[in-house]
C-alpha cells in the first residue's frame, strides 16, 4: 500500500477542478491500457458539483471533451433503498448531474435496483459487478476509480461506524439498515473499494475538518472511522480536499 496522497486546494471549486482532473487522467489511463473505465461514484451532495464540471454544464467544457465516454462504464459505491427517482436516491442525483448530459451507452450504466428489497438489490447488483468483470465467486474487482465521499462522521460509501460490514470479506455487496440515519443501505464492502486502482476521497467543508483531520493522522486502522479504515487497506488512495476541510493547512496550487 502505498502512502495516501493529500491534496489540498484554497477552495471548493479548485478541488472540483483536481477531482475532474483527476477523473479525466484515470479514464485516459483506463482506455489506453483496457479499453474501458470502469469507475464507482458516490452519491451525497459533495460530488454533484464535479459530475456537472464534468458533463459540462458547469463550465467544465475542456473536461467533459477530454472523456472517451463511450468507454466509460458507471457504477455506484452505495444507494439509499429507495426508488431510483426519488429525491434521495443517489442514481437520480448523478443521473440528472452527468448521466443525462453525456453519451454513455445505457448498457455501460450499472445502477443498483434500489426498488428492490435491500438483500436482494445487493445480490443482484454483485452478480452485475462480477459479470461486468468477468470475474468469478473468489475474485474482487479492481475499479480503475472509486470516487467516495465521507462523511462528517467518517463513514464513506454506506459503510457507517461499528458496522460489522466493515470486516466483510466475502461479499463484494451488502445491504444494513443503518440506525443512525434510519436509513436502509446498499454499499460496496471495505474489499472491493479498497482493490481499486484508485481509492479517491472528495471530501469539502469545515464540517467535515474533524473526520479529515483523525482520518489522515491515524495510525492504526480504526473501525470508527470507517474512511480511514477502508483506506488504510487500499492499493493506491488520493484525498481531494478544499482548505476548509484540511482545516486551513497549505493549500495546493
Ligand atoms: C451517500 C454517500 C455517502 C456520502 C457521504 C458524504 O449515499 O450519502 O455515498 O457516503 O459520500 O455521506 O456526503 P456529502 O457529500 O453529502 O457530505
Redesign the pocket.
Known amino acids: 500500500m502505498a502512502a495516501p496522497v493529500v491534496s489540498l486546494y484554497d477552495g471548493p471549486e479548485e478541488a472540483l477542478r483536481a477531482a475532474a482532473r483527476l477523473f479525466v487522467t484515470a479514464c485516459d489511463a483506463a482506455v489506453r491500457a483496457r479499453n474501458r473505465f470502469m469507475v464507482s461514484l458516490?452519491?451525497?451532495?459533495?460530488?454533484?458539483a464535479l459530475y456537472r464540471l464534468l458533463s459540462g454544464i458547469d463550465g467544465g467544457g475542456d473536461a467533459s471533451g477530454a472523456v472517451a465516454w463511450e468507454k466509460v462504464h458507471v457504477f455506484?459505491?452505495?444507494?439509499?433503498a429507495v426508488p431510483a427517482d426519488a429525491v434521495e436516491s443517489?442514481y437520480r442525483m448523478v443521473r440528472e448531474s452527468l448521466l443525462d448530459h453525456v453519451p454513455i451507452p445505457v448498457s455501460q450504466i450499472h445502477r443498483i435496483e434500489s426498488e428492490r428489497p435491500a438483500p436482494e438489490a445487493a445480490a443482484r447488483y454483485e452478480q452485475t459487478i462480477r459479470f461486468a468483470f468477468d470475474i468469478d465467486h473468489d475474485s474482487v474487482p479492481s475499479f480503475d476509480l472509486a470516487l467516495?465521499?465521507?462523511?462528517?462522521d467518517g463513514?464513506?460509501?454506506?459503510?457507517f461506524a461499528g458496522s460489522p460490514l466493515l470486516l466483510e470479506q466475502r461479499r463484494l455487496v451488502a445491504a444494513e439498515w443503518v440506525a443512525s440515519i434510519n436509513s436502509e443501505?446498499i454499499?460496496l464492502t471495505p474489499p472491493v473499494l479498497a482493490a481499486a486502482r484508485l481509492l479517491g476521497f472528495?471530501?469539502?467543508?469545515a464540517?467535515?475538518a474533524a473526520a479529515v483531520a483523525r482520518a489522515l493522522q491515524m495510525v492504526a486502522p480504526d473501525a470508527q472511522l470507517p474512511a480511514a479504515f477502508v483506506a488504510a487497506q487500499a492499493r493506491h488512495v488520493e484525498w481531494i480536499l478544499d482548505r476548509a476541510a484540511a482545516d486551513g493547512r497549505q493549500a495546493a496550487g
Open positions: 458516490s452519491g451525497g451532495s459533495t460530488p454533484r455506484w459505491g452505495d444507494e439509499r443517489n467516495q465521499g465521507m462523511g462528517h463513514h464513506t460509501a454506506s459503510l443501505r454499499t472528495l471530501v469539502l467543508g464540517d467535515k
